[in-house]
């Protein structure tokens, strides 16, 4: 299955140790992005963990919101919200994001990563 993380370009921007579009701070050195690649890892053998993949994907997506259109990013908060508050079953709530990953290239910001308006927390 490919996921969505895979299919774009969703790299964070630090400076001075801080994420400029969420505002963590970083770990070690590691940025956003780069953190978010750990768990990505961990889930792909792991079907336990996998089926955690549409919150972990999305909560990191809803946080930097630059990689996404305005529509994009409305679908995508639609989505959590109702899977979070109707309790969907991993199993749909993986159909649903599949649903939105045809919808790819409406919802992923075109720009590239460097050219995104971001807006800047402090
Ligand atoms: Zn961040």
Redesign the pocket.
């Known amino acids: 299955m490919e996921e969505l993380s895979s299919m774009v370009d969703n790299n964070?921007i630090?400076d001075l140790g801080?994420?400029?579009?969420?505002?963590?701070k970083e770990t070690d050195g590691f940025?956003?992005?780069e953190m978010f690649q750990f768990p990505l890892i961990w889930e792909h053998n792991d079907p336990e963990l996998y089926a955690l993949h549409f919150w972990l994907v999305s909560c990191?997506m809803i946080?930097?919101p630059s990689n996404y259109t305005e529509e994009g990013y409305k679908l995508m908060v639609s989505l959590f919200t109702e899977a979070y508050d109707n309790e969907w079953p991993a199993q749909y709530i993986l159909r649903k994001n599949r649903d939105l990953n045809t919808k790819i290239d409406k919802i992923t910001n075109p720009l590239p990563n460097d050219k995104r308006k971001r807006i800047y927390r402090s």
């Open positions: 964070t630090m801080k994420c400029i579009e969420c505002g963590a940025s956003c992005y990191y946080q930097h």
